[in-house]
């Protein structure tokens, strides 16, 4: 995982692997890890190697797949416990066509115990993540 910001008192990460993203879908009782893997699938997927020798091809996708792809985050509190799990446009860069997705354990509602954190991480990136326009599920 890779710091991204301090919410204090908890501290947002970048998910930047399918073992992380299965560790996040295992503690947060959701389905991140699928999200995760098809984003990844579909980022390698478009990548088109530089004309070359075929033994420096690749030299080039880490790089693609980190850019095109959307940004998984974790919300870890001191213990490194996870608590929210969000999914931000490709960069963290504002696309209005991109739905950001943000929930708590078992697809709950974060922005209740974690709504500043949340806004914190919106302003690192300059993006509104608004309980409306992230949270899929509306419960109650």
């Known amino acids: 995982m890779q710091f991204v910001c301090d919410a204090p008192p908890n501290t947002w ?3 930047e692997t399918a073992t992380e993203a299965a560790f996040e879908s295992r503690d947060m009782n959701h389905a991140v890890e699928k999200h995760f893997k098809q984003a990844y699938e579909e980022a390698a997927a478009s990548y088109v190697p530089p004309p070359g020798r075929v033994i420096e091809q690749n030299i080039g996708l880490k790089a693609h797949i980190q850019r095109v792809m959307p940004l998984f985050l ?5 213990e490194g416990r996870a608590l929210v799990t969000a999914m931000l446009p490709p960069g ?4 209005r066509s991109f ?42």
């Open 99 to 140: 739905r950001p997705i943000i929930v708590g354990a078992g697809n709950s509602d974060p922005f209740i115990d974690y709504g500043e954190a949340i806004e914190t991480l919106g302003e690192h990136f300059g993006l509104t993540l608004d309980r409306t326009r992230c949270y899929p599920y509306r419960r109650g």
């Open 92 to 95: 963290g860069k504002d696309d």
């Open 74 to 78: 974790t919300l870890r509190d001191g």
């Open 13 to 15: 990460f970048r998910i």
